[in-house]
């Protein structure tokens, strides 16, 4: 079994705390993804599990072994970073068996893996060749391949994709994916990229300034995010984030924004209206609903069109509201033009709202119904 767990674990440099506190569990076998801005400790989590940085304090184990004292040689771990580190001067073959070798593997069981894992990977035509005769998508390929082949319990991946051009970035993702599934191992994947975050994680862990913000199904972070830093990290466009207050009267409460009315719905009772006045009303780009009828009777909004960007199927409007700047991300059969005011419609099962003062969403927890498909 090869579960990751921190417990209570913190990570300073010298007097700068980059890991406050930290209680994670990462399931066996499960492809786990810690995402969030350049600078929130990602790295430093997966160097922490590598054992390439020492815990401050608290308790890291790996599977039913503590390991803060264990060397990285012996915590059964393959980690892949994004500059692949590939040894320039041996071939593909000898950079993939170097770490076997290392291990005083037997030579026959060398071969065997080595030849397994460049078929898997595509890599069979290149075994001669050096590293800087092989394009980024081959280098990074090799550097995953000499993970594999040491068989771990845990891979590590600190954002491989990187470096790597948006088309070859999207095929090497989708082989991530494949390979988790053939290998059933335990993978650990750090990237700022949303996208990737979403796509191949089974879990992912959304982390801001060192603590995990939310941890879930990649669905369950786009449907209920559970504050404002991960309703505006996942999804693109970015949601929308409109100000308001609440004004109760007797039972009933709205919330008021600039140039729009919504009602409270039940939705959102699990709070106490007297207690939150100022909130913060998010609604995605591709919920907003062009031209409503009023039979539909939504709250609505008036926008004029700034900028107007064709994505082919979809297109995305920036416009300017009487309650501030909106995203709007449209089909693309609507008659819509720069410089046209339009009104948007807000559905009500749509809409997320967030205490302004701790950002904390306010959707109730027996809220059934997704917030956004
Ligand atoms: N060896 C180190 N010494 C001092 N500060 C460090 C060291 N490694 C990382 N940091 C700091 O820790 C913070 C988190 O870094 P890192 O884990 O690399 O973030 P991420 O991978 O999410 O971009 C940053 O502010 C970084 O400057
Ligand atoms: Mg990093």
Redo the contacts with the bound molecule.
Sequence with gaps: MAEVRFKNVTKS??D?T?IPKLDLVIPDKKFVVLV????????????LIAGL?EVSSGSLFIGENKVNNVLPRNRDIAMVFQSYALYPHMNVWENLAFGLTLRKIDKQEIRKRVKEVSKTLGLEMFLKRRPKDLSGGQRQRVAMGRAIVRRPSVFLF??PLSNLDAKLRAEMRREIAKLHRRLETTIVY?T?DQVEAMTLADCVVA?KD?IVQQMGEPLELYRRPANLFVAGFIGTPQMNFINGEIEASGRDAKIVTKGMELRLSSRFSGFDKEDVKEVVVGIRPSDLVVSPSSKDSLATIKASVEVREPMGAEVFLSLDSEAGPLQARVENHHKVDVGDTITFGIPEDKMHLFNKETGVSMLSLDDEKPAAE
Excluded: A, W
């Design positions: 440099f010298g700068v980059v969030g801005p350049s600078g929130c400790g990602k790295s430093t989590t997966l160097r940085e600190d954002e750090v700022h982390m060192g």
